[in-house]
């Protein structure tokens, strides 16, 4: 579970909006008293009448923990604390002083039922030491419950990396703000449920994580062109042409046109087909008005025959969604192609079809958001963290959902969900991060052994909770 809408900072940021508000006047050891309550209340809530072991690391998120060991010892808990060394801020510092109930070494620790990880958050700049790492891994092994203070020691900040982080951890409580590696990576498996104090830490950033959308009733003189028409063009596979046009109308387009030139199978009804046999007929097809949204890619192949449908639906301004195929045939000009086109464009790589469009480096945001920028599409950068960025620098970030979709067609569904979103939503990250969320709730109701057919089967149930 995943707080929704939830701001998220990288480290340097969240460093910033903390002495920021250390400049208007609050003190050091008040925000920390703050944090540490929030990490006492959850502790407390969970822990009940049970013994509770405290880690405490050498940084500000060792300080959390000495605190967090005072209030709970204050509100009449069982509480042992192990210190991994000497504080190493003025901060720490105070705190351990303030602590007076028993503290042991790590290696002399004994696991408790109740288990609260504070050895390091945000300050993470190495891999945990190995000793370090194998006495919290049984120490998480043996407890019932674990908490974490910010984030699970052992995630990078910034890009959830592994850096020797336990699993088993129950819950993590994030401070100020959610972080990368809270989401992405090792980190999204690792932090159990997602908890946020916000602390009263303004907070400005165009980072959050996806949340709920809200959508609209159609109103009661609503007709199908209103409600935006979707054009998926088919090619060497249609049924992915065709998974992508279903899930359109699934997710709530007014009228979807599948336009190919392939023999028609069965059903639905409702989907309208027309014939497209050539980049001439798509070209005339494209030039009517009434098209709102344009899918290319799922099923597309790599032929020429292909690659002059992708010139042709690249010259239209109609907004564009390029999956699949599209993508693997734009690879290294995608950047130079896209920055051409006359109407938006979102693109659905995976990390493949990522790496093969654009180069450069550092964590999954840092090179979508440069990406998207250089390209002046939004991008929804698949996988089992989702990472989405607009080129105003907006980010959208998922995580936690279901590992089933790991199947064959689903992307297909999340393009032809992104273009229902396009033509309803309007333009930039707000129609992506829309089916990002109805993608992965879909996926949720559909269960273990999801098949992209009933993945499709229950959008219109996920859409119905957004209304
Ligand atoms: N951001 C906020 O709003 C607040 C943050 N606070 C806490 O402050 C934390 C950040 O504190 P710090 O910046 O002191 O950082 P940390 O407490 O995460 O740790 C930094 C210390 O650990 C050492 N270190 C880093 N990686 C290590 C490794 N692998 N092995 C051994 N030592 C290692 C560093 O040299 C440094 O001494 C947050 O995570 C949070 O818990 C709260 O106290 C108050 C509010
Ligand atoms: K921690």
């Known amino acids: 579970m995943i707080p929704s809408g939830a701001p998220i900072v990288t480290a340097a940021q969240m460093r910033a909006a903390e002495q920021a508000v250390f400049a208007s006047g609050v003190a050091q050891d008040e925000l920390m008293e703050r944090a540490a309550a929030a990490v006492a209340r959850e502790v407390a809530r969970f822990a009940m009448d049970r013994p509770i072991l405290i880690l405490a690391g050498p940084g500000n998120n060792g300080g959390d923990a000495y605190v967090a060991a005072r209030l709970l010892h204050a509100r009449g808990h069982d509480v042992n604390l192990v210190a991994t060394g000497t504080p190493q801020t003025g901060a720490a510092e105070r705190m351990q002083a303030l602590w007076q109930g028993p503290t042991s070494s790590l290696y002399a620790a004994r696991p408790r039922p109740v288990l609260v990880d504070g050895l390091f958050g945000t300050g993470m700049t190495r891999p945990l030491e190995r000793g370090l790492a194998a006495v919290f891994a049984d120490l998480v092994k043996q407890a019932d419950f674990t908490l974490s203070i910010d984030l699970p020691s052992g995630i990078d900040t910034d890009s959830g990396a592994d850096l020797g982080a336990p699993r088993g951890i129950d819950v993590t409580?994030?401070?100020?703000?959610?972080?990368?590696?809270?989401?992405?990576?090792?980190?999204?498996?690792?932090?159990?449920?997602?908890?946020?104090?916000?602390?009263?830490?303004?907070?400005?950033?165009?980072?959050?994580?996806?949340?709920?959308?809200?959508?609209?009733?159609?109103?009661?003189?609503?007709?199908?062109?209103?409600?935006?028409?979707?054009?998926?063009?088919e090619g060497a596979m249609p049924g992915a042409a065709r998974l992508a046009a279903r899930a359109a109308m699934a997710g709530g387009a007014g009228y979807v046109v599948l336009a190919g030139d392939r023999p028609w199978g069965d059903?639905?009804?409702?989907?309208?087909?027309?014939?497209?046999?050539?980049?001439?007929?798509?070209?005339?097809?494209?030039?009517?008005?009434?098209?709102?949204?344009?899918?290319?890619?799922?099923?597309?192949?790599?032929?020429?025959?292909?690659?002059?449908?992708?010139?042709?639906?690249?010259?239209?301004?109609?907004?564009?969604?390029?999956?699949?195929?599209?993508l693997t045939l734009l690879g290294s000009n995608a950047a130079r192609w896209l920055q051409t086109r006359p109407a938006p464009t979102w693109l659905t790589p995976h990390w493949g079809e990522f790496d093969r469009m654009f180069a450069g480096e550092g964590s999954k945001i840092a090179r979508t958001l440069a990406a998207a920028a250089e390209a002046r599409a939004t991008i929804v950068h698949k996988g089992a963290d989702t990472v989405i960025a607009s080129p105003k620098g907006d980010v959208r970030l998922l995580a936690g959902a279901s590992p089933w979709l790991s199947t064959a067609g689903t992307g297909d569904v999340l393009a032809g969900l992104l273009a229902a979103q396009v033509v309803q939503e309007g333009k930039g990250i707000v129609p992506a991060s829309a089916a990002a969320w109805l993608h992965a709730r879909a996926a949720q109701l559909a269960g273990p052994a999801l098949i992209a057919d009933a993945l499709i089967m229950h959008i219109p149930q996920a859409v119905s909770e957004c209304l």
């Not at 908890?195 to 199908?224: E, Y």
């Not at 001439?280 to 290319?296: K, N, P, Q, S, Y």
């Open 267 to 326: 059903g639905p009804d409702a989907l309208v087909r027309r014939e497209v046999r050539s980049a001439e007929d798509l070209t005339e097809f494209l030039g009517w008005d009434r098209i709102d949204a344009v899918v290319l890619g799922p099923g597309l192949g790599r032929d020429r025959r292909a690659e002059a449908f992708l010139r042709a639906a690249f010259a239209a301004p109609k907004p564009l969604i390029l999956d699949g195929d599209a």
């Open 173 to 233: 409580l994030a401070l100020g703000a959610l972080k990368p590696g809270h989401l992405l990576d090792c980190g999204g498996e690792r932090c159990g449920t997602l908890l946020l104090a916000d602390l009263d830490i303004p907070i400005d950033t165009r980072w959050r994580s996806v949340a709920r959308p809200r959508l609209d009733t159609p109103g009661a003189h609503s007709h199908k062109y209103c409600r935006g028409l979707v054009a998926v063009i």
